[in-house]
């Protein structure tokens, strides 16, 4: 005899939000969630609810609650409770707490107090401890709005016809080449954690035009600074049928100010408690001014009497410096930096045709820190193979990325975003690690 | 002397799309695409335009057309045309070219043919080649499908109040222990690519009560059959504040109905094109059997007299004989096998009360195939650390891990779901291969 049940379809029932919350005063409500804090006044306590999304005033007077349990902070509770007017209250509402079970209770004490406005603690020890240091409000805050990023960012590109796709992170061949690429023992062969899904979304312009994905990549750089993880977030896009980089560098303003305005309208109450400074130019007028790389070069060299120590690359200093000019000059806090040199860009970069010393790409800095790499790519054969040979690489290695452009390839470009450095930018913070949730560095693998 | 321009946020102008032309008759159009298709006849050519989504019939006659460049298959063109009604297209019109400029010109004929219906080719030629192979029709709607999987379970994770969360995928430790996990040279130390996000989506229940996260994740199986992949795409979602793992299997089962009528909504043709059969017994009723594993297990033996090899794990071939009786018993495409033993469950199932030899933990089979893994998970440090103990684990190796434990979590649980597998099943298609863009076998890393 076959016991055969049926599990029927259903998402179970949530927390009401604040707003089904606010318009039942004076009913109970049903809520589960942890115990943030616990505050003993004479005769009643606060007890700061954390839900999934808010924290929540309730207030606890021995005699009228019923426990079932050990309450103390960080328990997970369920509890009934009767909403009631409070204007001192953030909300105008409070919850007066009338049954509460105790799901579960904590064997130890936080190791690090998180129920404060901030943490007040080593960077060190907040990541350290991150999976207890998240549950503080603002650093929770941080990862909704990365969140938010990541759904603005989708929804534009969706809309837009663009194919999400899903490209090995396993590749035999780093897209930049270069030593900063982690090595891997794939059955006893040679292989390598992807840098980025360059070759990859190439090929897939060859399929359906427009692809992007969000994923991570992995760079096996030995810097130790404020601005590199050594894993991170790549939102990454390619398009074909372009006519110049430009289009490229439209698409990008078009969805950066798109997902912007989706975080503002979305995650209002995220960005109030981080005090978050929106780009408002962007949002206002849709523009981002451009500069040629030599010529921001010069501008800073000479608008700071300082000597261009490196020819063809920006140091962090000088992107920094750039941005400032622009931001007082143009109010903007994003500039474009166009036709970096050849000599600085990968073999895939399309040469200036008037210029072949400079590359038709650019780099986007974000309020002093370049957060996109993108341009147009190489898209005919010989153009390709003679660029290789030029630069003393091995065209064999690269075979099946070549086979695109020899069985055909639309002009075509586009760009990588870092995930973790937009948000940091975004939300003004100090150092990239706190803009991942579990950021890798050269000297930490944990948590 | 400055000179900074203004770049302007805008997305380039597309393709119109079918339904734009269908209602342009008699008018001119303007479009990109790959030449698909050249067919001679006399006096004219059926040229096919592969565009991102469509394959559009063009007459192409010499004397009505102007033509700048090389045209032949697979170049990438943009062409004027007039939209002509044309009852024996598939569309009910065609497109009448009359002007056609030749963006790019392959260099070398393609290796594998690729405008047929089908691929006359082995599937190790297919991928061999698939930057190529994935320009055909059928080939590229197998992944616009898995895009609206992906699209769907987000949509309805979303609406359902997961926050989305990107892990580190170079981890310290394996999640679930044992051999098949890569290793990593990470700056002179031990690292590990993460064979699922399982530690952190349970770290993050403690922050948002409810996750999600679609990513690859790495297996060093050296299983080489038609369902395993080294590298795929989980969809994983973990939540907090359940009653039991059967929360875990209802939340599912909404999400999949919820996924699958999104696909029959927005990629009908894809569905078309791939005679694809949705499992209509869920979309109709929102049920999913269940059962629990011995009876399976039992039932499987009895049935098709069959001997139960293994005690405490399916054989590939009784997931299919089960899958089968399931079929014909209810109708049913899925079915969930529920308290699955302890032996064969990781350190952090939960028990049974009742029968600590079986989990609170269940798969779900798919035509014939397992594509989850779910259940319920240790929330309480006291048995969780027990457990590891019993089970012969070090607990200070799982230190950050266990702080989740003692500094106090709800009841929880989630899942992990192969998206390369569940499209393979959704589509019918013999080989998980088929299923993942560029997929990383025991002895494939390339292209």
Redesign the interface.
């Known amino acids: 005899m076959?016991?055969?049940?049926?599990?029927?379809?259903?998402?179970?029932i949530?927390n009401p939000s604040l707003e089904q919350l606010a318009a039942s005063l004076n009913k109970q409500a049903v809520l589960?969630?942890?115990v943030h804090r616990i505050r003993k006044m004479s005769g009643f306590s606060f007890l700061i609810l954390r839900?999934?999304?808010s924290l929540i005033q309730c207030i606890l007077e021995p005699e009228k609650c019923h426990i079932e349990g050990l309450l103390k902070e960080?328990?997970?509770i369920?509890a009934e409770a009767t909403v009631t007017e409070e204007p001192r209250s953030r909300t105008g509402w409070e919850l007066h707490l009338t049954e509460i079970k105790v799901?579960?209770?904590?064997?130890?004490e936080?190791?690090v107090v998180i129920h404060g406005k901030e943490i007040d603690a080593s960077l060190e020890t907040i990541l350290?401890?991150?999976?207890?240091t998240?549950?503080n409000e603002k650093q929770?805050a941080v990862?909704?709005i990365?969140?938010g990023l990541?759904?603005g960012f989708?929804n534009f590109l969706?809309q837009?016809?663009f194919?999400?796709?899903?490209?090995?992170?396993?590749?035999?061949q780093g897209a930049e080449g270069g030593a900063n690429i982690?090595?891997?023992?794939?059955?006893g062969?040679d292989?390598y954690?992807a840098q980025s899904p360059q070759?990859?979304k190439q090929?897939?312009v060859?399929?359906?035009?427009?692809v992007f994905e969000i994923?991570?990549v992995?760079r096996?750089e030995?810097h130790d600074t404020a601005r590199h993880l050594?894993?991170y977030?790549s939102v990454d896009f390619e398009?074909?049928?372009?006519d110049s980089f430009?289009?490229i560098?439209?698409?990008e303003?078009?969805m950066?100010?798109s997902a912007l305005q989706f975080l503002r309208e979305k995650y209002a109450p995220e960005l109030a408690l981080l005090k978050v400074r929106l780009p408002e130019q962007?949002l206002e007028t849709?523009?981002?001014?451009?500069?040629?790389f030599h010529?921001a070069k010069q501008?800073v060299a000479k608008a700071y009497s300082r000597p261009a120590s490196e020819k063809d690359d920006f140091e962090p200093e000088e992107e920094k410096l750039l941005s400032r000019l622009?931001k007082k000059?143009?109010g903007s806090d994003f500039v474009?930096v166009t036709h970096y040199p050849t000599a600085k860009r990968p073999f895939y970069a399309c040469e200036d045709e008037g210029n072949p010393a400079v590359t038709l790409s650019f780099d986007l800095l974000f309020r002093g820190l370049e957060v996109t790499t993108g341009g147009q790519r190489i898209?005919?054969?010989?153009v390709q193979l003679e660029k290789m040979k030029r630069m003393g690489m091995d065209p064999s290695l690269f075979e099946?990325?070549l086979?695109?452009?020899?069985?055909?390839?639309?002009?075509h470009g586009g760009l990588g975003l870092g995930?973790e450095r937009f948000t940091a930018r975004l939300l003004e913070l100090d150092n990239i690690r706190q803009a991942?949730?579990?950021?890798?560095d050269?000297h930490r693998?944990?948590?």
Not at 103 to 108: G, I, Q, Y
Not at 182 to 187: G, N
Not at 206 to 210: D, L, W
Request: hydrophobic residues 35%; glycine residues 4%.
């Open positions: 076959i016991h055969l049940e049926k599990i029927q379809a259903s998402p179970m949530n589960h969630g942890s839900t999934a999304d960080e328990a997970c369920r799901l579960s209770s904590p064997e130890a936080m190791p350290d401890y991150r999976p207890l998240l549950r929770r990862f909704k990365q969140e990541c759904r989708r969706e837009e016809q194919t999400e796709i899903h490209t090995p992170k396993i590749v035999y982690f090595h891997l023992d794939y059955f062969k292989a954690l070759f990859y090929m897939m060859g399929v359906y035009e427009r994923a991570p992995f096996a030995k050594n894993e977030t398009m074909g049928y372009i430009t289009d560098c439209r698409m303003a078009a950066l100010g962007l849709g523009e981002i001014p451009s500069i040629r010529e501008w622009i000059e143009t474009f898209h005919e054969y010989s099946s990325y086979w695109i452009h020899r069985a055909g390839m639309p002009p995930l991942s949730l579990f950021p890798r050269i693998v944990t948590p």
